[in-house]
């Protein structure tokens, strides 16, 4: 099968934060998310792969697939490096309800805007086994197609909230809210508690003031050379080991 008028400019739309919004779905691309998508709870509207692959050995089950030219997969899907084909993917929606606290750790995003850190931050806590993030409102959207890439399937298996992060974390007296700052401790002598939320600022300015207000304490990474700072998902590696390690 090919693809109707209709279901292209559906796919079209999805290059957009109000398409997906509005259509609540959005694009999974190239084999690795599909592979991953494939072993996922999402329910998948229809994937449309290179007709090269048209003797693939992944089981699709009962998903509708259909085979386009590489030209035109390379045309519908938002990345210019994909050639092997991408699927429409109904979005998932999580409450607080849905999340525990009592154990483990939370991470919280205040205020990152690229979407390419986000992936890689969701790579990261998945290699860490931290399955809940909560994100302040205007952090990136979960489901931009650079985000979905960047974490190499694993938006998967991670919750995730968007919230007002200051009203958030005030539900919590209890619990350890540990930020990133440098003015903080350093995170290589620092004792983890077994639990908590771990807040990452925003890429230039850091945890907003207001924010800080909620925070239990303050750790940071040691520098021993002339950079500037670090990204800020090579920061969040850096700590989830350190906590992963104690914990």
Known sequence: MTLSNNQIKLINSLHSKKGRIDNNLFLVEGEKGIRELLDSSFKIEFIVLNHKEIQ??????????????????VKYSSLTTNEYGFAIVHSQIFTQNDFSFIRGYTVVLDGIRDPGNLGTILR????????????????????????????????????FLYVDVTEFLDQFSGIPIIGTSLEGKNVHEYEFPSN??????????GIRSQVKGALTDLVKIPSWGMAESLNVAISAGIILDNIKRQN
């Open 124 to 159: 990261i806590c998945d290699w860490y086994g931290i399955n809940q993030l909560v994100c302040s409102k205007d952090t990136t959207e979960y489901y931009n197609p650079k985000v979905i890439s960047a974490s190499m399937g694993s938006f998967h298996r991670i919750k």
């Open 56 to 73: 693939s050995e992944l089981n699709f089950g009962e998903t509708p697939i259909y085979y386009e030219s590489e030209s035109n997969v």
């Open 196 to 205: 908590g939320f771990i807040v990452f600022g925003n890429e230039s300015e």
